[in-house]
């Protein structure tokens, strides 16, 4: 893994890079609110061992419980300037992000993220993305008439029983909602809680899970054969 700093107009991020060989399959992975994605780093490897080829930019952490459209468009860019960096022209990416990061990608991949009536956030569409793999996403941004219309691609969701902030009536109301043109992969693991999908939780958090290394490898296995099924 290597860290790589791009250009956001006058600013800069950092992406870190799991670089697989030159004609591997491109992973984008979207961070969660606090940002960091190192907090990921058995799903990281794991992708990495599989032969994709994985790029995570940073971010600076959210610190508001619903965040500003400022805040959503401006992760939404840098993910997409980071694969304007690191994809080959015509080529095509699959998308994993935890949170507020899956959200993200829902919107990337065609989805219409609403912030409340009349207050529609200005992603544009990436049509590079493939099959999505979607932990913990919180869904309520979708609610809106027509909003997953544009949705067509391959989807798997995945969210803990005992997860507080993205509860899986979430996870389940998108699969629904998604049922006449697309099925939704749902996955609901008993014990889980929203953060227990990282190596490094929140230092306040309590860790619900009694095998939280167990359910790191099973979750990194299952989406590692999902994007490459």
Known sequence: ???QVLQD?????????????TASP?????????????????????LAKSGFTVIAPHFERLTTPMPRETDLTLRAR??????????????????VGHSIGAA?????????MWLGPGRR?????????TRLALLAPPTGFFQALGALDA??????????SEDSITPPAQTEWLAH????????????????????????????????????????QEHSSEVCKFLLS
Request: avoid cysteine; hydrophobic fraction near 45%; charge should be negative.
């Open 1 to 3: 893994m290597h860290t």
């Open 9 to 21: 107009g006058a600013e800069s991020f950092e992406v870190s890079v799991y670089e697989a060989t």
């Open 26 to 46: 491109v992973v984008l992975f979207a961070v969660g609110s606090g940002g960091q994605p190192e907090r990921h780093t058995s799903l990281l490897g794991s």
């Open 78 to 95: 840098r993910l997409s300037l980071a694969l304007d960096k690191f994809l080959q022209s015509g080529t095509t990416a699959v998308g």
């Open 104 to 112: 993200t990608l829902i919107a990337l991949a065609g989805g219409q």
């Open 121 to 129: 956030v200005n992603i544009a569409p990436d049509s590079r993305f």
């Open 151 to 160: 949705l067509r691609i391959p989807m798997l969701a995945w969210v803990g």
């Open 177 to 216: 909602a998604m049922l006449d043109w697309q099925t939704v992969d749902v996955r609901i693991t008993e014990g889980a809680g929203h953060f227990s999908f990282m190596d490094q939780t929140p230092p306040q958090i309590t860790e619900p899970l009694s095998n939280k290394q167990a359910f790191l």
